[in-house]
């Protein structure tokens, strides 16, 4: 490039930043006057995000280092907090450094939509829940997924989204079993890092969090988690590894929990060790909120910015920071890198030449018609007796549509995943968004849908509550759907995998007066069923969005075949899950579900070395346990046939040819596990890749499945490092990990 070329180049980058500068100074003081281009080189766009970062650093004081490394407080988190200037009524706020033209940080909750809209009388798609979404085994969806969060992000003035949750179900009760990706490194990872991209490509700054083994609510500001190095790296930590390698996200939540006794956010094991060394991660790392606990200890350990942090400096890295610099306890280097990994990765993600000022109206029909979308490869079928399902529109001539007040509306999963519900709360309508808590129901009523569908057919709604009047309806009907629930929500586990609120009992009475019975379960996880083989078809929609009810009445009545398979194990019961009592419940605690800061819970470790590495299905293989579904499960409308697999030398891709033996079209998810050579240790095979195949009625198609080499290794513990044991490999396939009936051998010399 000539020299007139590269001073070309630098003045329109130049002038492009100067006007996103002046675009982007709704918190500037009128003083601000932005310096000219020349003097700001860190805005030349064509130099690396760690290039720029470390010029801004040359520029900043040490108030303004100490500035970028904690938030102003919690605002409306805690009602009557102060509301600092320029904040935008999300979870978090930065205050960015405007003679420099660095935009302040502006994050909120995302992990199902944004969250707190009504504050501003704004609007957010609900997405359905992250657990719904790993169903799909969709890359592509899980990127629409994040785009959608990025893109309304962004339309509502935000610039950091700290949704990504990404922390494996060991524990199905998990209150936010429903913000979480499933029980496979591999699948979680994956999902949770194409959503990741999808929340990027709005120049929105992603996040992966709780870092790390957050894995239940119950204690969570206390609990110890207790796991070996191998365990640890070939279970949840994969899960951020592979999310991280793709996703590349700008930030790292850590947890409130400790780990091996040291707290997530000070644990220079997780932090440094592990996600610096071990994988690479580029980004910060941002306190949970209120999980920061120290100053010289974590910033020493690797943590980046404290959450929320407070207005008047008192939060561990305000002035107790500037002082720990200054006496030389915090070496400055450490400051300065801390403040590098949060420029680098805004300059990385552009939020400093894409500004999220002026704000934009949410398009809320974009939103809904992708959220639709989305539920519709997340709904899974787990049972349909006598082909129950599909409805046929036009013969069916009645239908009982019973509980979960399906007659209005959809639900949706609590804490600060809560998305608020446009125009309320449809059962309850109140001034104000959600209440933490509240049981929220979004405006999209499958009874609405389902009469849409079936225009000869009665179509009545029975809410329940009455058990002898459901069976009444269900009686004079020809087919009856219930629809149940289980609501979820952050800082509080269920008790039990059973249904709450007799629904079983309910379920149980329709299903003996009507043998044609849909259940339709609304859950933020695997849930027990009682009554499984009294009912002819099951679907599992977990919260499924705005576009929920839109997305069910699709699949019931077959305009939409089913292709979504389960990211998580359904036991038969607790009593099969290495913890048949969530560690730390206590009979308060099962009884009124108090949350844990509530119920005074005490420090105790969660020994996660039971299960070690073998979470879910690789737990029921070890123990010779039978599920009640199995991961990787779902039924559709046709039938598929697997033939052919074929590994290559190296085990890096396995091949199979897939069938659709049905009369329908369809799109089935092929699984491909590996046991490992004997030196292992395990006794139970790792899902290793997968693939969504689209196929006509008839049609055959050989796919080629790239088998992940990091879930073909071990931890090796001295190495710090994934190697490929010598041996050799069985590649299983099928679909689901309950029928791997293909088998290939390869070698590891
Ligand atoms: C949750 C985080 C959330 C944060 C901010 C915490 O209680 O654990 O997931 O991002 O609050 O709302």
């Given at each position: ?15 492009l ?9 709704a ?7 932005p ?10 766009a064509s ?8 010029l ?35 979870a ?29 009388s ?9 657990v ?16 959608v ?43 949770t ?22 894995d ?69 790392v ?16 690797g ?6 942090g ?89 239908i ?61 709604f ?10 009444a ?32 009992a ?21 849930v ?6 009294r ?72 020994d996660?070395?039971?299960a ?138």
């Amino acid at each position: 490039m000539s020299v007139t070329k590269v001073l070309g180049t630098l003045l329109t980058s130049s002038i492009l930043v100067a006007a996103a500068g002046v675009a982007f100074d709704a918190e500037a003081t009128p003083a601000t006057v932005p310096a000219a281009a020349a003097a700001r080189p860190w805005m030349n766009a064509s130099l690396s995000p760690d290039v720029r970062a470390d010029l801004v650093i040359k520029q900043l004081t040490l108030a303004e280092k100490v500035q970028l490394v904690h938030g102003t407080g919690w605002a409306t988190l805690i009602p009557g907090n102060p509301i600092p200037k320029g904040w935008n009524y999300g979870a978090g706020y930065v205050p960015g450094i405007e003679r420099l033209g660095i935009p302040g940080i502006h994050m909120d909750d995302s992990a199902v939509g944004v969250r707190g809209a009504a504050n501003m009388s704004r609007y957010a798609t609900l997405l359905p829940s992250t657990v719904g979404a790993a169903a799909s085994w969709n890359p592509k969806a899980a990127f629409l997924y994040g785009a959608v969060i990025g893109r309304e992000l962004r339309d509502q003035g935000f610039n950091m989204s700290i949704g990504g949750g990404v922390d494996l179900a060991r524990e199905p009760r998990d209150g936010r079993t429903f913000e979480y990706a499933g029980e496979d490194p591999l699948l979680a990872g994956t999902m949770t890092g194409n959503l990741i991209k999808g929340v990027q490509s709005q120049h929105v700054m992603g996040d992966i969090k709780h870092y790390a083994f957050n894995d239940q609510e119950t204690g969570r500001s206390y609990f110890n988690a207790v796991i070996g190095d191998r365990a640890a790296q070939e279970s949840d930590l994969l899960a951020f590894r592979i999310g991280i390698d793709i996703g590349h996200p700008a930030g790292v939540m850590c947890a409130y929990n400790r780990v091996n006794g040291i707290y997530a956010c000070e644990n220079p094991w997780l932090l440094t060790q592990v996600l610096r060394k071990d994988i690479g991660f580029k980004g910060f790392v941002v306190s949970d909120w209120g999980g920061t606990h120290s100053t010289v200890a974590s910033a020493l350990a690797g943590l980046d910015m404290e959450m929320p942090g407070s207005l008047d400096g008192k939060s561990h890295f305000g002035a107790a920071l500037e002082q720990a610099v200054q006496s030389g306890k915090v070496p400055m280097a450490t400051l300065d890198e801390m403040d590098h990994r949060i420029l680098r990765s805004m300059f990385m993600a552009g939020v400093v030449e894409h500004p999220v000022t002026p704000r934009r109206v949410v398009n809320p029909f974009e939103g809904r018609d992708d959220a639709e979308h989305i539920a519709e490869e997340s709904i899974v079928l787990l049972r349909n007796k006598h082909h129950l399902l599909p409805l046929d529109a036009e013969s069916v001539h009645s239908i009982a549509i019973i509980g979960a007040h399906a007659d209005v509306g959809v639900l949706s999963g609590g804490g600060s995943a809560q998305v608020d519900a446009p125009g309320g709360n449809v059962i309850d309508p109140h001034a104000g968004g959600a209440k933490w808590g509240e049981t929220v129901y979004f405006p999209s009523s499958p009874l609405k849908y389902i009469r849409q569908h079936a225009p000869h057919a009665t179509v009545a709604f029975n809410s329940g509550a009455d058990i002898a009047a459901a069976v009444a309806l269900a009686r004079s009907s020809q087919v009856a759907v219930v629809f149940a629930q289980q609501h979820m929500l952050e800082g509080m586990d269920r008790p039990t995998l059973a249904l709450p609120d007799n629904q079983d009992a309910l379920i149980e009475a329709v299903a003996a007066a009507n043998p044609r019975t849909v259940v339709v379960l609304e859950t933020g996880g695997p849930v027990t069923m009682p009554w499984v083989d009294r009912v002819q078809a099951v679907v599992e929609a977990w919260y499924p969005g705005i576009g929920g009810a839109q997305a069910l009445a699709n699949l019931l009545f077959g305009n939409v075949n089913f292709s979504a398979k389960l990211p998580v194990t359904f036991p038969r019961g607790e009593g099969q899950l290495p913890h048949p009592v969530v560690t730390g419940l206590t009979a308060d605690v099962f009884h009124t579900e108090l949350t844990d800061a509530q119920a005074k819970v005490e420090p105790f470790d969660v020994d996660y070395n039971k299960a070690g590495a073998a979470v879910g299905y690789k737990w029921f293989e070890r123990q010779h346990l039978s599920p009640l579904f199995p991961f990787g499960f779902g039924l559709s409308y046709t039938t598929y046939a697997y033939s052919n697999l074929k590994v290559d030398a190296d085990g890096k891709t396995a091949t199979l040819t897939v069938t659709n033996t049905g009369r329908r079209a369809g799109t089935e998810i092929a699984e491909a596990y590996a046991l490992l050579p004997k030196a292992s240790g395990e006794t139970y095979k790792r899902l290793v890749g997968f693939k969504r195949v689209s196929l006509a009625p008839g049609e055959a198609q050989t796919v080629a499945i790239p088998l992940n080499e990091l879930c073909e290794s071990i931890y090796g513990t001295q190495k710090h490092a994934f190697v490929r044991l010598p041996g050799t490999y069985t590649i299983l396939a099928g679909p689901s990990s309950a029928n791997t009936l293909l088998k290939v051998t390869f070698s590891v010399r």
